[in-house]
């Protein structure tokens, strides 16, 4: 009697512990990038190219992240997901890739998307957009890069000095096969939709103090109104 007991009392902990356990598991992102090693062949072969030795150079960090991260392809041809360390190249709009020697930039049109623990980018059209939302609907992305530019200087008295750069994002709704370019200006935005919700739309907007500035405000306008976005 006493084992059925203890035998009751692990199934009744198990059953407890079971949907933390797999709670964990299923957000565990420990696990990208354990292959990098073995992938970093094929991505030289397939994935990638190398960078011309006449870029152009700048100071400052002119990357994504502060510093590389794992990360996750998904590839266009449906092959096995390839994992890699990698970050944002904010100037060359694409991922770079240190293999040991030399940077490789990768191959939009070769990759679907780039998954990170907390960011993930599509490619459309052969260039790396910033998810902020994607559904059956709409695609909400943002495009952060450097606008270069150069610092005024007197010839001959002054050296010409460096490119200086400042950092850029913009909003894009990709919708019914198109860019449509999302100006970050309540009047703008109710003019995206159906003149006949316009009022609608500027009560959404007031009642949830959706600002244009921040994308997840601009994601949950897009939500809630889509159905109504002119064509």
């Not at 980018?121 to 957009?129: A, C, H, R, T």
């Amino acid at each position: 009697m006493f084992i059925d007991v203890v035998k009751k009392v692990k199934k009744i902990i198990l059953f407890i512990l079971l949907p933390v356990l797999t709670f964990g598991q299923a957000n565990d992102n420990s696990m990208i990038g354990t292959n990098i090693g073995l992938d970093l062949a094929y991505i030289k072969r397939e994935l990638s190219m190398p960078y011309k030795s006449n870029r152009l150079k700048i100071d400052g960090n002119k990357y994504f992240f502060k510093k590389p991260s794992n990360a996750t392809l998904l590839l266009t041809e449906e092959e096995t997901p390839v994992n890699v360390i990698t970050n944002y190249n904010l100037l060359e709009q694409t991922f770079d890739i240190f293999d040991g020697t030399e940077t490789l930039k990768l191959l939009p049109n070769k990759i679907k998307k780039v998954i990170f623990p907390d960011k993930e980018f599509v490619s459309i059209n052969d260039k790396f957009y910033e998810v902020i939302e994607i559904n059956d609907n709409f695609s909400l992305l943002a495009d952060t890069y450097l606008e270069i530019y150069f610092p005024e200087y007197t010839p001959g008295i002054q050296d010409k000095p460096d490119p200086k750069y400042r950092k850029k994002n913009s909003v894009f709704l990709y919708y019914k096969d198109r860019f449509n370019y999302v100006e970050r200006r309540k009047s703008f935005l109710v003019s995206m939709f159906d003149k006949n919700i316009a009022k609608d739309v500027n009560s959404f907007i007031k009642k949830n103090k959706i600002s244009p500035r921040d994308n997840d405000e601009l994601k949950s306008l897009f939500i809630e109104f889509h159905s109504s976005l002119n064509k």
